[in-house]
């Protein structure tokens, strides 16, 4: 073997896992901060080393040949061993410091999330914190994330999740529209009224609601109305230009409660599977967590509760 083949591959074959995981030139590069070229030119050179095909292209994909599969498998946990290392001696520096990458949805980020982290940043100056919004739910590990903020009533098993706070979806309209089309007082009675709803599918809309009290069956509503949006703040704007009723999460909502602009309406009766029941911090599993990570969870814990 020539002495050039002795020194190139390590830092290949860790771009070729790169790419495995990203599943794209485009993703891994990214991932990598690099140029889509740069890692086309690496694997083409670990596969001229190599002697063999390591990744089979396509049009709109690509996938790994079975033994470009066994060679990032075979060198798996070695890297992972030293992206660890590395950490821990970072973690032994005072305070927390590295990049942390959290996807956050983009209403929740926008009225929840973002305003706290600027407290975070002064506290911690040698912390980048790298933000994604996002109603995509991303495959954490897959694109690189060490951290996710999801409003959600569970959270998968395969991650580990903190409670940041509890929360509740309120059904709220303007006093003007209240005004001119009548309080609801039942379920029922939001058949003749413009719902106005969160698109989540083509097939027609239902609500359901069940009694507070906890006596009862849940009641299921086919609503209609002229608007849909896949964004709760899109949706508020059109309820407070007073054209409907729409179901709407406590961080956007609650603000225009209080102050009169908006009114919570049917409060008697708890909506069911319109928004989570709560704001988690979640993570992928992992035996070693980077400090700057586990301060970032524990500074948005604090500011939420």
Known sequence: MSEHKKELPWSH????????????YTAAAKRLGVSKGAVSV????LEQVSGMALVRRTTRSVRLTEAGQALVASTRQAFMSIEQGFDSIQDLAEHPRGRVRVSVPVALGRQKILPLIGRFLQACPDVRVEVELSDHLSSLVKE???????????????????LLQMSRTLLVATPEYLKLRGLPQTPQELVSHNCLYYLRSAASPVWSFLPCT????VRHVAIQGNFCANNSEALREVVLADQGIAFLPDFTAQDYVDDGRLVHILADWKPVGVFGEAIYAIRPYSAYVPRSVTALIEHLRRELQ
């Open 214 to 217: 906890g006596n009862g069956d």
């Open 42 to 45: 690496r694997i083409a050179e």
């Open 13 to 24: 074959i860790y771009w070729l896992s790169m790419l495995s995981h990203a599943g794209s």
């Open 144 to 162: 690189g994330f060490d951290l996710a903020v999801r409003h959600a009533d569970s959270v998968p098993e395969t991650h580990v999740a903190r």
